[in-house]
Structures are given as structure tokens and as C-alpha cells.
């Protein structure tokens, strides 16, 4: 049996097979809608007595939680009225859903443990259908209160929606590869009078079980129009069912994330998203990575998770799983108050969790809160904000910013905006955007990872990654606008041309290249020319570091006639794969090198910090102004000192007297923390910590770094894009928290 591509959102779901995607992975996942007082804990289930161990993410008082055990197994489900519709408190179902996660060590076993104590005990829920996947298949498996139960496989071509009404028609229970059930299924709707052979044709478990209103609501009937145009080119009729359908063509993980991003989609009362991934190449402990999106956020986007990690003491109310389950449907009531520093709050609530990480200066809060936002698409997204550069303009005596904003990260609306402060920080005028869309209800090519520069004649340039008609994270052509009073007025945009493309570009000349510049370009390079690294994707779907030059940005170049040269390019260009290190240690998306932040040293060179998927930060150095680089190697506390930990996360470097000053005392931000059994690289972004670096003349690695404990205490969703100024000495670093909140922190 191949693999299945399983997801499910706000009681709408989607199982696609390995045929139908493009990775040939099993995804579960699930966007769970709660509605009024909620609060979410993630829990490390142990094994024992027969019990399997995993993850578990729970909502007290609720039946919708989400489960992963040790053998990949991944259970999620949403509410299917039917027609026995009396109230019902759902704890026996709530029972037997955790029993199968607890116990099933294949989707067919947890399909068939539901479906047995069913059977025996009964539902007591009006129906439910739960969707299962493993490394191998992905189930629908339906229930009806009393005795009554069905599931369906789906084919390995296919792709089948779901959304909060029974899809499963006709049924064949002979055919024991494709459909399970209960031996009365059809005796009983008949004896129930739902049914009748003599003037319904064959049945079919939807027509006969199903709630009619269910099938006609407008909700189920929005969110399939919307995703069977998406998937398939038309609209479904949840009135005549069809199970599931081939596509015509494969789907991604991000191409759901977009889909699962729309309004209709998701509202205020979106708790969370989760993307169970299942790496049919991998043993199951290792091979599951769980993708999560906290309230607003795009899951695919966000922190990820393996079944063991080991989860923060934050993110559950209490340290005992079993305790958990014992007070699921007993302890539902006053989260905030009795556990005010719960993580979820972080998330839930952003808008008044603004002192969290200590600051000193506040350049952006966001006028709607990240619920609000979903459902404003009229209005300027705004709870998003990240890739946060700010640069001097001593002449002027300004700070000029420029940031990334949207609705919510790769949301449609992303676009480039614009805010200066006369007082060094301490205010900030309001914001203009740039480029890009102001709202989703009137979406433009996305605009995003800018570079600001000013010239020595005082003309600030802002140059961003444009997405062009192909519609692919990261790809796009270079754009640019300049301002000649300050940032008052902007020219019109022009195109940057690229002098050439590389090998690892597209075969296709009409789709640009694949790239991201990260920390904003300083006058680190031949002449003081400004410099920065790139981040250049391949046609393997893996990054590599090189660095650009502006040669000609002094002479204030209208923006078609900006040159740059490239360098450490091709073969040459940073590859994780050849770097030395303490562990033969390789993720699932490969070994990846990207996002360099660069310093220069007392001694004339350079020294480029990078992130990797490695587990460690890499480094290298430039003797001659960043044309060419020594081999990167594993970043590490001093020469022959332990290796810094770091997930694949950004991990910037800065010079304390500015970022171009070389006085040999600089500062790192990581996380410093890392699980070499997991799959993915892109662990929890825990706790952020600052590491002094100091200068070491004769030195092999030319930084030496100590400890100087926690910036960033939150114990997830910590992403620091970031950069640093100098002006009149005050040494600031400028940060996103949560991509939410825009701020300044004094470090000297």
C-alpha cells in the first residue's frame, strides 16, 4: 500500500494518496474550531502497560484533540450530525479515540479498534468521523450513535473532502481491503425506516445516516465548493457525495497551506492547526514530523515537532498525562486565571502579552489582533510583521525601518513597509507600504525579504524579492525603489537585472531564480561597496550561501541600472553536505545552509555566521572583503569547544559599537538547544539566548563565545529577524517578537 496525504481543517478534511501529492509523504492534519473559552496543552504521552507512547495535543472539555503515537499512527476528527441527533456528552467516544491512539500500531488497527468498541459499547455522540493515517494508508473512519460504524480507505490516487457531513456512499463490505463496518450497518437503517431497498436503489451510508440538514448547510456546502474548485477545477454537492475523486495534477503542503489560510476556511475561533507529515523512508519514531500552527498562524510555515519532543513545562497544566486524561471533562473552567503563564496564551492572546520579552523600545503593535485579521480581509493585514531592518541616516539624524508586513506569514497580502524615528527610536511615524498588497481583497504579487541601503550622497534605496506570476515561496525577480528626501517620497519601482543565471536555477528561463537575503546589506565589502549574504535554492530543493556586492549604489543608480556581482557561487557556493562534522546526523530536507549574517574583525577580514540544518550554526572567513570565503566549519564556543546547538533557525551575529565597526566584541543570538534523534531540523524555536563574542588574534575560529543567559524567555515561536544600529552610540537591536509586535532592546 503507498502513502496517503491526509488533512483536515474546521471539521473540513482532505486524504490524498501518495499519487496525488507531490513527496509521496502521509499529512494528517487538523484546524480545530472552539468557539468561547479554550485552552490547548501538548502533551509527551509515556509507554507502559501495553500503552504506546506519543504526542498528544488536548483541549480540555472538548472531543476534537489531535494524537500521534510511536508508529506514526496520526488520529484527528470532526463532528458529522446524524440522524439520531439527541445531546450527548461524548466521553465514551472521547475514551475510545485515545484508546486507539494509545494501543493501534497500524491505521487499519485504530480503524478496527474504534469499529470493535463501537460495537461493544456503543457512541454516544449523534456521529463522528475520525481520519487515521500511517506510513502507508489513510482511513475514514464514521460512526453513528448506538452500535453503528463504517470506514473507507482512500485509493492512492485520489484525493477525498470532507466537511462536517458523512462522505462515505455506497459500501461493500466484502471488499475488506477497502471497507470495514458493522455486519447491521444496512439492517439497521432500514429497521430505522432511513432506508428502504425497494424504492432507494443501492445504499448508501451518507443518504441513509447522514443529518439532512448537514448535507444543505451552508458552511459544508462553502468549504467544499471552495476546496473542490481548488483541487479538482469545480465545486461538490454534499448532496450527492462522491468520496473522493482523482486530480488533475499533484498537490504540496504549501499548496493546502494557502488554501487553508482562506476565510472560509477559518475564522476567530480557529484554535489550532496541525500537519501530521509521515516519512514512509524512515522508521515511524523517527520518520513523523508535526507541523503546528498556533492560533492565525500557517502551520506550514511554523514550529515543528517530533513525536518525542520533549515538551516545555508551559505548554501542559499538568505534568502528569494520565492526571490530564482522568480531569479531561472535569476541570473545564477559569484556564487563565489559574495558569496565567500557560504558553498558549502567547498566541491566544498576543495583542496583551506585549512585555513578555523584556525591551526598550516600541516601534509597531499591530492595530488587530491576529483573529481579527481573518476575518478583515478588506482591511491592512497587519499581525504579521517581521524581517524587521532598521538603518541610520546620522545626516538626517534618522532611523529609517523597513519590515515585511501581511496578515499572517505567506499570507497573499505580504507586502513591504516603510516608517522612520527623528529621536533615535523612540517614535516612529506610521507606516506606508511600499510595495505589495495593502489588503486580501485586493491582492497584488506578493512583496518581501527587502534590502535598504543609503548612499554616501543620502538617496535611500529599498530593493525587495518580488513574486512574479509563478506562484512558488521565494521565487521571484529583484525590485527596488529609492527616495531622495528621506524616505518622504519614492520613485516608481524598477526591475534589478540578475547579470546571469546559474545552474541551479530553473531550467525554465521565464521562472526566476529561487533566493532570500536575510540581514540587511552593510558596507562590509571592497571599497566599503555594501555586501550581503544570499540564500540561493536549487533545483534540488536545497539552499546554499553565496554573497552579493552592489557595486554601483554610490553612484545612485536608477534601479534598472543597479549592478551586482555575485560570489561564492555555483560550485563554490556554501553546501551543508561538505561540511566536517562532531555526528553523521541528516534531516528529513537534507542538509541546508542559509540566511549568513556578517561582522567584520579587528584584523581586516570578515566573519559570516549561517544556520544550518546540522544541529550547529556554521562559520568561515573572508580575507579579501567577501570575494572569497575559507571552509565553513561547525560554530563552536572556542577552538576545540563544544559546538553551539542551534535548530534550523535564524541565529544572527552584530558587532556591540555597530554593525560595521570591527571593535572585535560582538553578540550571537541561539536557541543553544537540539534533538539529534529528530527527523526535522526545524525544532522548537525555544528560549533565546545572547552569547558574547570577543576577538581571539592567532585563534583558529577567529570568535570566541561565553554565555549571557536568556533574551527571549518564551518557550516557543521565538524568530529573530533582526538588525542593529549604532547612532550616537546607542548600540540597539531591533527584533520581532512572535512576528507580531515590532521592538527595540539597548545592548550596551
Known sequence: MSNIFLLTLLGFGILAGSKATTDGYTYLGHNEDIPGEKMLNIYNVPSGNSRLAGLWFEFPGQMGDSYVNEYGVSISSNSCPSRSAKKSKGKRLYNIQTKAFREAKSAREAVMIIGSEVS???CDESGRSFLIADAKEGWVCSVVRGKIWVAQRVPEDHIMLISNCFNIGEVNLDDTANYLGSKNLVRYAIRKGWYDPSSDGAFNFTKAYAAPSSLSDSVNTGRLALAGEYFFGDGIDPSRPVFSRVPPRKFHRRDLSNLLSDTSLRDENTALTTIFTLNPAYPPKKGTVIWVGYPSQDAANHSQWTIFTKTPESCHRFDDADLALKKHFKDVTNFRDRWPDHFYWHYLYPEINIDVVPHDLTVYV???????TVNHPELVGDSFNDHFHVLEDPDRGLLH??????SWEAADDEHVVYSQSPDNGVTWTEPVIIAGSSTRSDPKPVAAWQQPMITRSGRLYCLWNQETTVKKHLCGIMCGRYSDDGGKTWSKPGIVPFPKRFSADPE???????????????RLGKNGQYLAGCSRYGRDGLSRVEFWRYDNIDDDPEINDIRISFFNTEDEAFDASKIERDNDYVPREGLIVEEACI????????FSVMRTTTGSPIWSVSSDEGETWSRPEILRVKDGGEAILQPCSPCPIYDYEGPEARSGKYFLMVHNAFDFNGLTAYQNRGPLYRFDGRFVEGAHQPVWFEDRGVFSPRDTGNSFYTSYTALDGK???????????LFGKRMN
Open 120 to 122: 461493544r459499547h456503543g
Open 366 to 372: 499591530p492595530k488587530l489582533t491576529r483573529a481579527e
Open 401 to 406: 525601518a523597513f519590515w515585511t508586513q501581511g
Open 508 to 522: 525554465d528561463p521565464s521562472v526566476p531564480p529561487s533566493w532570500c537575503m536575510w540581514q540587511r546589506p552593510l
Open 599 to 606: 561582522v567584520g574583525l579587528p584584523d581586516g577580514r570578515l
Open 731 to 741: 548600540g540597539t537591536l531591533w527584533f520581532g517578537d512572535q512576528k507580531y509586535y
